[in-house]
């Protein structure tokens, strides 16, 4: 049905009509996203879940939904370049726009405890992710449920670590707690806005790309990872404003685990599928010299001083965001 909508926009007004529901995709992810974790705490605080679990878990989930539902989908429409872009994309875009830009407005002190788990299990999966990639250029399934596993663990250790440092995983109280019925409806509405948006993203954004002959990769690497990474970027803005830039850091590296572990171990399971190569440089793939280099690059530069001195730097952040503007100035020109 939804798949037919798209298709009859681009008839009846051409490129117009699948930008127009591209951006339709754009906010329902968000918005869907909004009051899918807004019900789901809302029902744990119900039922007295532990705030300390529900904010490991229920709300870091929801944060990612975006990603999810966006490389699900396109994985089971065998749109592989897409799922496999916007998992690469994401963490790039997390990292060195996202973060990079709170870091270069308001450089602050890091609990140094907090951020060691998730930057390790971040490049513990990140090293098999690329592993598989450069030596076996196919994602199967078992490498999907293994990233699948590896998602199950870090949210077990994640747990653990909460339960042992509560002082570290605090989540605000909501003022006034809503129903269980008007949590319940947040619930649904909010996975059906999700379900929604990420096929209208995917559908008129694979038309977008091939009316302007960019490849699908370089679309999931840029546009959809920008805006499935929306959500991140409302948590960053909202901490700076409130003084608290350096609390959006634990958020980030926290999507970027999902999105190596969680959004691609989904969408290689659900349908197995080549590394892309739509894009080449000297007969070799660029996802492979471009893409995933600078993943780990981004990461080291942002996490590895933090982690070592307990201080972002202004410097961290402007490098950042100058390797992320010629990121994407590559992908459209290089």
């Not at 076996?136 to 078992?142: D, Q």
């Not at 319940?184 to 008129?204: E, H, Q, R």
Request: hydrophobic share 55%; charged share 10%; with cysteine.
């Amino acid at each position: 049905m939804l798949e037919f909508v798209s298709t009859w926009a681009f008839e009846r007004f051409g490129l117009a009509g699948s930008i127009i529901l591209f951006v339709i995709g754009l906010a329902a992810l968000i918005k869907g996203g909004d009051w899918f974790v807004d019900g789901s705490v809302g029902i744990a605080k119900k039922f007295h879940v532990p705030e300390l679990l529900i904010g490991a878990t229920v709300v870091s989930i929801g944060t990612t939904l975006p990603e999810v539902m966006v490389s699900a989908t396109s994985a089971a429409k065998g749109i592989s370049s897409i799922a496999y872009g916007n998992a690469i994309g994401s963490v790039i875009c997390n990292t060195a726009l996202i973060a990079a830009l709170t870091v270069a407005i308001r450089p602050s002190g890091i609990n140094k405890k907090a951020l060691t788990l998730p930057v390790v299990c971040f490049f513990v999966a990140a090293a098999f992710y690329a592993g598989v990639a450069y030596f076996k250029r196919e994602f199967t399934r078992p490498v999907g449920i293994i990233l699948l596993v590896m998602f199950v663990i870090y949210m077990a250790l994640t747990v653990l670590h909460a339960k042992r440092h509560p002082d570290e995983a605090d989540l605000e109280e909501e003022e006034g707690a809503s129903s269980v019925a008007k949590s319940i409806v947040l619930l649904i509405v909010g996975a059906a806005l999700i379900a929604i948006g990420a096929n209208f993203l995917v559908d008129n954004g694979t038309v977008i790309a091939r009316s302007f002959g960019v490849p699908e990769t370089v679309i999931g690497l840029t546009f959809v990872a920008l805006g499935t990474s929306l959500p991140e970027l409302v948590t960053a803005i909202t901490s700076l404003v409130k003084g608290h830039g350096a609390l959006s850091l634990g958020n980030v590296i926290g999507a970027n685990v999902f999105n190596l572990v969680l959004v691609s171990g989904m969408a290689v399971t659900i349908k197995p599928f080549a590394l892309p190569a739509e894009k080449l440089i000297g007969g070799m793939n660029a996802s492979l010299i471009v893409d995933l280099p600078v993943m780990f690059a981004v990461m080291a530069i942002l996490t590895i001083p933090a982690v070592i001195t307990g201080k972002l730097k202004r410097w961290q952040g402007i490098t950042l965001l100058a390797i992320y503007a010629a990121f994407v100035a590559f992908q459209f020109i290089g």
